[in-house]
Nanobody
């Protein structure tokens, strides 16, 4: 199974930006739709964004549309999440996972360690 390692989180003021990265092991990365999910304290993990195998199409949850951009580099086995105009409610641990094509459902049972994003007001 593909192993995923997230990075790029940190502490930022409201209105700031962060770029998250997720590096995947193996040579099957390009065959998967990839997505970002997040889990805030006391809440369930939720879908944030997904990108198609080629990177030509993307899907976003309503609360991040126009602020976040998901992209991927298949040559580097990496998926990115550019987060702009951050809000305190974006504070969460962010995880990446493969996504079932055309859905907002994670594919792999195993999750990485995630990366913490904290947005101060």
């Amino acid at each position: 199974q593909v192993q995923l390692v997230e990075s790029g989180g940190g502490l930022v003021q409201a209105g700031g930006s962060l770029r998250l990265s997720c590096a995947a092991s193996g040579n099957t990365f390009r065959y998967y739709y990839m997505g970002w999910f997040r889990q805030a304290p006391g809440k369930e993990r939720e879908f944030v964004a997904a990108v198609s195998r080629s990177g030509s199409s993307a899907d976003y949850t309503d609360s991040v549309k126009g602020r976040f951009t998901i992209s991927r580099d298949n040559a580097k086995n990496t998926v990115y999440l550019q987060m702009d105009s951050l809000k305190p409610e974006d504070t969460a641990i962010y995880y990446c996972n493969a996504v079932r094509a055309g859905t907002r459902t994670s594919l792999f049972d195993a999750w990485g360690q995630g990366t913490q994003v904290t947005v101060s007001s």
